[in-house]
Structures are given as C-alpha cells and as structure tokens.
C-alpha cells in the first residue's frame, strides 16, 4: 500500500511537472546504425534507424536505398517514451525505431552503402545519415541496450519484461507457420495440419484476422490443448535463434476428390501492450499456403459403388434389445460403426427387408472424440415391429472399408441375429359373418298326421257370396287399409324422430369421449410424457372410429382400418389423414427420442386430432352391413 501512495505521488509530479510552461523545448533527432561493425556473405544483420522527438507523431517514414543487399524481413517498428531532467526543466521524448533484417548476397564485394532514410515530423522532412556496411568475417550479434522507460520497472506491480532477443532468424521476429502431418494422402484420408506461432521476443496479444480456408476437404477441428484465454509456448531453436513456439490452430482435413488440393493462408496480429493496456509495436503474420496432392482409391478389390467416406479402420456392431417380442410390440435394432477416420460421414450398411414386420424411420448419432486422430461412433437406431407370429432372422450385415496404413480393402460382417415373436396376429373381419348349419340338400319328404286330407265339393255353395257380406270379415276389410296408412306414416315419423334423437344422442357421446381424451393427452403434454400423450391420442381416434362405426377397431390394423373406412364411405383423403395420423402416434410412443417429444411437436398434434375428430364426426358413413 505504501508502495501505491509513494508511485502515486511520483505520477502526480511527473504530470505537474509536465504541465508547467517551458517544461521542454521542441528537438528531434534520426539517427541509423547496423548491429555489428563487419558482415559476412549470408550472415543477417539488422539495422536500424532511430527517431528522437519530442514533438507530434512520425509520418511519412521512407526506407533507405540497400544497394543489392537482401532484405530478409522488415519494417518491424518499435516506440518507447523517455524523460530527461535537468537544466531546471523537464522534456518527455518519443523514440521510434524502425528495424529490417539484412544479409548481404554471396560473392558480394564490399564495403557496401546504406543510403539515407527520410521521415516528417510536425512539418520538417528530417534525413539520416548513411551507413557503410564492411564486409568481414563472422561475428557474434551484440546483445541491444535497451533505454530507460518513462517509468521505473515494477512501479505498478507488474513483472520486469523479458530483455529483447536480437533478430538472426531468417523468418523474423515473428511468424506463423502451417505443418502437414503428410503431403500426399487419399481420398478420405486424414491429413492433420497445425498451425504454429513462433516469437523471438514477448508479445502481450495475438488475434487472429484471417482463418484459413479448405475448399476440397471435409473439415474437422482439432480441440485446442492450450488452458484456457492463453497459449501454451515451448522453446524451439530455429536457424540459429531460439523462439517460443505454441500451437494456435490444427484442423483434421479429410479430400473428397483426387487432385491437388490448396489450404489458404492464415493471418494474424501480434502486439505489445503498454503499461496502459494500449497495443504497440503491433505485427501482421501469414503463414504460407499449403498443398496436399490427394490420390484416388485403388480400383483393385473396390467394391461396386464403394462410398468414398468409409476410409479408416472400423467395427461395426448390430443388437437388438430384446430376442422375444410379442406381437405389436417394439424391437430396437441397433447397428454401430466404431473406429478412426471420417465417422460423421461413414456410409452404415444397408437394412434388412423383413417380411411381417413393420418399420419406422431410423434416427442416427454421431460421437466425436476429442484427440489428433478423429475417432468416434456412428449408431443407428431402427425401431422394428412385428405384425405376425413366427421365428424372424435378422440377416447379417456387412461394412466395407478401406485401411490407407493396410492399402486395402477391409470386409466386417455382423451375426444373423434370431428374433421370436409370440402372440396371435391383430385384425378383424370385415362384412357380415357367413352363414353356417344350412340345411342339406336332399332331405326327405315327411307327411305328418297333422296334415288334414283336402276335400273335394262338387258345386260351390249357394251361400258363400251372401254369408261373406253379412259376416264380420267384410268390415274388417273395409276398416283396414285405411288404419293400416295411419299406422305407417305414425310409424314413419316416429321412427325419423327416433333417428334424429339417436344421432344427436352419438354426437354428443362422440364429443363426451373427444372433450375426455384430449384433454388427458394435454395433461400428459404439460407434465412431459410424451408417450402417455401418444398413447392418449391414438386411444381418443379409435374411440371416435369405433362410436362412429358402431364397429370395435381397437384391434385392427392400420391397414384393415383404412379398409373398412373406405367401405363405409369415408372419402381417400379423409381416410389417408386417418392413418397417418395412427402411424405418427405409433412412431412417436416407439421411436427413441426426436422431434416428436418436443412440446410444439406435441401441441400441432392435439390440434391434427381434434380437426380429424370434427371430420370424422360430419362424415356421413354407411350404417354397418350397408343397410339403410
């Protein structure tokens, strides 16, 4: 705390002190030099041309003519800021150096001018001296003198900075480079690639600008191992000069077809901070292009149609969750491809056609390991049910692959796998029942004694005619049709009245049963059980079905549903919509997971049911047995 106060205190000085009127007067000064008196051929050297101003900033800076020497890298500039006390006042100076990496060219005889370097400082084009490079023998690179700051190191508590390296690397200071772990691959082959950031000295911040592109390749990043908001740097010696080196980037790159593949440049910024947290000194790095020649599959032993994915070293696996099912229930079968190489791509083998069972549409995953080799698992899940009793056998499946450390094809096969499934088949019969116990044909003629013998009159009687009229038979047949009409139309209209009590009567049992189940399906909903809610809507469907039908469908398959929809009248698409419906709930309380135990999955559903149930219920279906 006292070293706060103290280094507070001195700030607000320095500052008064640079308030004051005539606290310093405008000079500048620029001045170049090279790192060493005498040069060899091939041997780097840096010079450097150093401004000293206490005005405003630089501008214009204009290199010096090198006169055939090499300029390996360069312009790398530096600033400082430095205050001078003395002759009862107090100047603040701003130094920028500009520094390029040089080697003179062999068989090059010396000495060798160094033209005059030119800048412009507030207004005043300033020139510096010229230097003459000697050639000589080999010598060591003098370590540089750095100049004091405007402050004393570890005033505000920060650490002492590392001393400067000088600059005798070929790449500079700074770069980025990008390694391919191979340059010629096959297709579908991981080809890793790093990128590196090299540093001769400290730098306070990296940023990326540009990432690389891939165009040719399926692309997967590398997880980084660096700890976390920081580069992990190790020493490395490179051409002479040691340089801290940390991975910043590694992809695994997969070609996708034959033929000379480029990956682009990346580029980036490095700087230093300030004691203010500014960025100076700020360098842009790019790493050269990469080419990857990517070479075609051998044709020999490729099967026909081979997918170009399946490239790595794999196993595959295929289970099912249980061997014994009853009928109408579910079996999950479960086919899983393991291994390194591009698995999110991998082509699974194809699945079994499986007379008597019903199936649904597979969902797939896909792990991917972290680590330099991409590895993983690729698993499908085939929700499969079975509609009649027997013994099934699930063929065995086959993957094949191409091993690029073998050069060749590679064939793994899967177990047939023996399914039983017990239970009667689901249906009902359609139509009327067939008759049964019809007499036979060709049945005696018995003549009982209850049978009285016809006898014969000669002449009819003279009263008939007469006793007809005067008996009671005449009036009943006068009386007759006339209470024989009135009963019919009574009849009529009462059973119309009749009818129309009994639609309404079903009508309202129809929309009792729809209000009850769909409002259990929403409870369902709301406490997340989607396959009670699936369950709940396709009970609510086959209970309007059956009240509409006069006709138990609770145990009819999709298909004999739609039949016997069609022959009572339902129009195509009414009864299309019917069973899709089914089918859906039936994925939806099988099918592991997915889109359908999403909440608004579950919501256009409840509306699907209730628009089919008014359809259902305005249908004008055919009585049962088509009678009228």
């Known amino acids: 705390m006292a070293a706060t106060r103290t280094g507070t205190a001195w700030l607000a000085a320095v500052l008064a002190t640079l308030a004051a009127p005539g606290a310093w007067a405008a000079s500048s000064a620029f001045n170049a030099s090279i790192d060493r008196a005498a040069v060899a051929p091939d041997q780097p050297f840096v010079y450097r041309v150093s401004l000293t101003t206490s005005q405003q900033e630089p501008e214009g800076f204009k290199p010096p003519d090198f006169h055939g020497l090499r300029v390996i890298g360069g312009p790398f500039t530096q600033t400082g800021m430095s205050m001078v006390m003395g002759g009862g006042g107090t100047k603040v100076e701003n130094t920028v150096t500009w520094s390029y990496q040089l080697a003179v060219p062999a068989g090059t005889k010396g000495p060798i001018p160094i033209g005059a370097a030119h800048v412009r400082v507030g207004g005043q084009d300033l020139t510096s001296n010229p230097v003459t490079v000697r050639i000589g023998a080999a010598a060591p690179a003098p370590a540089p003198q750095r100049g004091p700051g ?23 200071a700074a770069f980025l480079r990008a390694v391919a772990d191979k340059k010629r691959a096959y297709v579908g082959e991981q080809v890793t690639v790093s990128w590196y950031l090299y540093l001769a000295e400290p730098q306070s911040n990296f940023q990326p600008i540009t990432q690389p592109k891939s165009d040719g390749f399926w692309s997967e990043e590398i997880p980084s191992t660096n700890p976390q908001g920081r580069l992990a740097f190790t020493d490395k010696e490179e051409g002479g000069q040691r340089y801290q080196v940390a991975v910043v980037l590694q992809r695994a790159l997969f070609p996708l077809a034959p033929g000379k593949l480029t990956v682009t440049p990346m580029e980036a910024e490095v700087s230093r901070a300030d004691f203010f947290g500014r960025p100076v000194r700020a360098r842009r790095l790019k790493s050269e292009p990469l080419q990857v020649e990517a070479v075609a599959l051998p044709r020999e032993g490729q099967p026909q149609n081979f997918p170009a994915a399946n490239v790595g070293r794999f196993t595959l696996d295929v289970a099912v969750d249980r061997a014994a099912v009853a009928v109408g229930d579910a079996v999950t079968l479960t086919v899983t491809v393991r291994g390194d190489g591009n698995v999110r791509n991998v082509a699974l083998p194809a699945l079994p056609t499986l007379p008597g069972w019903k199936g649904y549409e597979p969902k797939t995953s896909v792990a991917v390991e972290s680590g330099a080799t991409v590895q993983g698992t690729k698993t499908l899940e085939w929700l499969i049910r079975p509609e009649q009793p027997g013994n099934t056998t699930i063929p065995a499946l086959t993957l094949v692959s191409f091993d690029p450390s073998a050069k060749g094809y590679v064939e793994t096969q899967s177990k047939p796998i023996e399914l039983v499934v017990s239970g009667e088949a689901t249906g009902a019969v359609i139509g009327p029942p067939t008759a049964a116990g019809a007499p036979g044909a060709g049945a005696a003629n018995v003549i009982t004694a209850e049978i009285r013998p016809i006898r014969v009159r000669t002449t009819p009687s003279h009263s008939a005619g007469a006793s007809f009229l005067r008996g009671a038979g005449f009036k009943a047949t006068l009386v007759t049709p006339p209470l024989a009409f009135v009963a019919f139309v009574f009849a009529g209209r009462l059973r119309d009245r009749l009818s129309r009590d009994d639609k309404r009567t079903s009508r309202r049992r129809l929309r009792s049963i729809a209000r009850r189940r769909l409002h259990a399906a929403a409870a369902h909903r709301d406490a ?15 209970e309007t079905l059956s009240e509409k039908l006069r006709v138990p469908v609770g145990g009819l398959r999709l298909d004999e549903l739609a039949a016997l929809l069609g022959a009572r009248g339902l129009p195509a698409p009414d009864v299309a919509h019917v069973q899709a419906t089914l089918e859906a709930c039936d994925e939806a309380r099988f099918s592991p ?7 608004p999955a579950q919501d256009a559903m409840l509306e699907r049911a209730a628009a089919l149930i008014d359809t259902i219920e305005k249908a004008p279906l055919a009585p049962p047995g088509g009678q009228a």
């Open 150 to 172: 405007l402050f004393p190191r570890g005033f505000f508590g920060d650490e002492p900075e590392a001393e400067e390296q000088p600059i005798s690397s070929p790449a500079g």
């Open 528 to 542: 997340g059980r989607a396959p009670a809610f699936y369950v709940e809507i396709e009970r609510v469907l086959r």
């Open 593 to 599: 997971g997915g889109e359908a135990a999403s909440k």
